[in-house]
């Protein structure tokens, strides 16, 4: 009989391609277009770094080796149920972010060439709908692995990116759009719906 320790490793890898597989087409596309801002270098590149440590390599470790040990704990079928519910969800928006913004979208702080505000789709109502997919995944890594380290550092990681980023960003972007992102802002909400 499988183990339910192994069940939640295989569908954290199995969340995971699937996250690899619907950034990919936009991730080739993004590294084509001409940039008009580019904020990568420095800062960003070192809030990257410790997401993915926290959401990539950390719990790849742990599911190819069961490491660290002693940070284990016996899984639970509810929390690997909460798992999957949080990881569809994360699935979900994440394409529902994508899709919304097409040749918009790049995996750092930079604007495009004729770079466009999206305020449609989940933007409509969310200014960033994909930290919230993140938080998702993060929530589901944490739901899924039965480590304290390896599960929690997906929380840790993304949630350096988050708040070391969020404010960088919302500023390049009144800087870029001015009233028509103060405007934007004034009726959205950041990451989740009914909490500013």
């Known amino acids: 009989m499988i183990s339910l320790i192994v069940v939640g490793k295989a569908l954290w890898v199995i969340f995971v391609v699937c996250w690899y597989m619907l950034r990919r087409p936009f991730d080739r596309r993004a590294r084509r277009a001409k940039l008009t801002v580019d904020r ?3 800062a960003d590149t070192l809030r990257l770094a ?3 440590i926290g959401l990539g390599i950390l719990p790849a470790v742990y ?5 660290p040990r002693f940070a284990s704990y016996p ?4 929390l690997i149920a909460l798992g999957i519910l949080t990881g569809i969800g994360a699935l979900i928006l994440f394409r529902l972010t994508h899709r919304a913004l097409g040749q ?3 995996v750092s702080l930079q604007l495009k060439q004729d770079h466009k505000l999206i305020t449609t789709g989940i933007y409509k109502h969310l200014r960033h709908p994909m930290y919230t997919a993140f938080w998702l995944l993060a929530l589901t890594q944490a739901l899924l692995l039965s480590n304290y380290i ?3 550092s997906g929380l840790v990681g993304f949630g350096f990116l988050f708040f070391a980023r969020i ?11 001015g009233g ?4 934007y802002r004034a009726r959205t909400w950041r990451v989740l719906p009914f909490v500013y």
């Open 40 to 42: 990568q270098k420095g």
């Open 50 to 52: 410790v997401s993915l």
């Open 63 to 67: 599911v190819a080796t069961s490491q």
């Open 75 to 78: 899984a639970h079928p509810v």
């Open 104 to 106: 918009m979208w790049s």
């Open 150 to 152: 390896a599960g929690l």
């Open 167 to 177: 404010g960088p960003e919302e500023r390049m972007m009144e800087e870029a759009f």
């Open 180 to 183: 028509e992102y103060h405007q």
